[in-house]
DNA sequence: CGAACCTCCTGCGGGC
DNA sequence: TGCCCGCAGGAGGTTC
């Protein structure tokens, strides 16, 4: 479910719950995620956290060296909430830390598409699943001459482009929808027939959404909560996203809607060319 | 290499 | 009411 407001969301919810604060103990209730969760994670306790930071849809929370960071990605419904050690425990909570505080950070996953790892590295980055990511959207390294780069000869569809973390991070399938509409560009279109003046509008409206849904706190659809427990208020602004065969709001052509990549995708076929 | 398809897993809402 | 099906915000893997 998250997509980069929504990681960014949580980042910011817990860093200042979880800077300068000491892990006292770690309870794993469930290894078996995307991949499983290592038994190094054990010997984070006594460590302290010193900041949280945030590459495309991971969260880094690094650790007082020589303690190394935890790579936590929430895949399709994870979370990261803010609790006490008395809260009892909701199914699939799978892993908690205890913190100096009192508090306690916890880990929600239904469906285990999430990841929690202890990398060991000094520089996260160098980690394999962060290592050949594109940029930043909302980073100067996201151009219009970088995402022309990435087009130039791609017969696959504009959407699966922008969504590929190989080109930028962050964009899912949300806010991939979004920002197509606000570029006015149909998500079908082969990418590579896209011109420049076209793709840098594309990157303009991908960091205009980004940023708007960051301000708003996310999208909530089912179950998206920030760190405190409150949803996201972006899902009022979206414009195609879960709105098939509804008016557009700036048109009122009826959305379309089709399956492309796998993932459902909605489109104005007014507003859109 | 790129593109199409499949997979992991649980929960929920719609339709019958 | 209850059951079954399809679908869901991600991303890595396989096959051709």
């Given at each position: 479910m998250p997509e980069l407001p929504e990681v960014e969301t949580t980042r910011r919810g817990i860093e200042p719950h979880l800077a300068g604060r000491t892990v006292r103990a770690v309870i794993v209730r469930e290894r078996r995620l995307r991949l499983p969760v290592p038994a190094t994670l054990a010997r984070l306790a006594g460590a302290t956290i010193t900041t949280v930071g945030?590459?495309?849809?991971?969260?880094?929370?690094?650790?007082?060296?020589?303690?190394?960071?935890?790579?936590?990605?929430?895949?399709?419904?994870?979370?990261?909430?803010?609790?006490?050690?008395?809260?009892?425990?909701?199914?699939?909570?799978?892993?908690?830390?205890?913190?100096?505080?009192?508090?306690?950070?916890?880990?929600?996953?239904?469906?285990?598409?999430?990841?929690?790892?202890?990398?060991?590295?000094?520089?996260?980055?160098?980690?394999?699943?962060?290592?050949?990511?594109?940029?930043?959207?909302?980073?100067?390294?996201?151009?219009?001459?970088?995402?022309?780069?990435?087009?130039?000869?791609?017969?696959?569809?504009i959407k699966q482009v922008i969504m590929d973390p190989r080109v930028v991070v962050g964009v899912g399938n949300i806010y991939a929808s979004e920002a197509l509409f606000r570029a006015g560009i149909r998500p079908g279109t082969p990418a590579g027939r896209l011109s420049l003046r076209r793709l840098a509008r594309l990157v303009d409206a991908i960091r205009g959404v980004l940023s708007d849904a960051i301000a708003q706190g996310g999208t909530t659809l089912r179950d998206f909560l920030g760190a405190g427990g409150e949803p996201g208020r972006f899902r009022q602004q979206l414009f195609v996203y879960g709105r098939a065969g509804a008016p557009c709001r700036t048109c009122g052509t009826p959305i379309r809607h089709r399956v492309l990549g796998q993932r459902s995708t909605c489109w104005c076929p007014r507003c859109q060319r």
């Open positions: 945030r590459r495309g849809k991971h969260l880094i929370i690094s650790l007082a060296a020589p303690k190394g960071h935890l790579l936590v990605h929430l895949g399709m419904s994870g979370s990261l909430r803010l609790a006490t050690p008395a809260d009892p425990f909701r199914p699939h909570d799978h892993l908690a830390l205890t913190l100096s505080s009192g508090r306690q950070l916890r880990f929600h996953d239904p469906r285990r598409f999430g990841l929690v790892l202890h990398l060991t590295d000094p520089d996260p980055l160098a980690h394999p699943l962060l290592r050949g990511l594109g940029p930043e959207p909302l980073g100067a390294g996201f151009t219009a001459a970088a995402l022309a780069a990435a087009c130039r000869g791609r017969r696959a569809a």
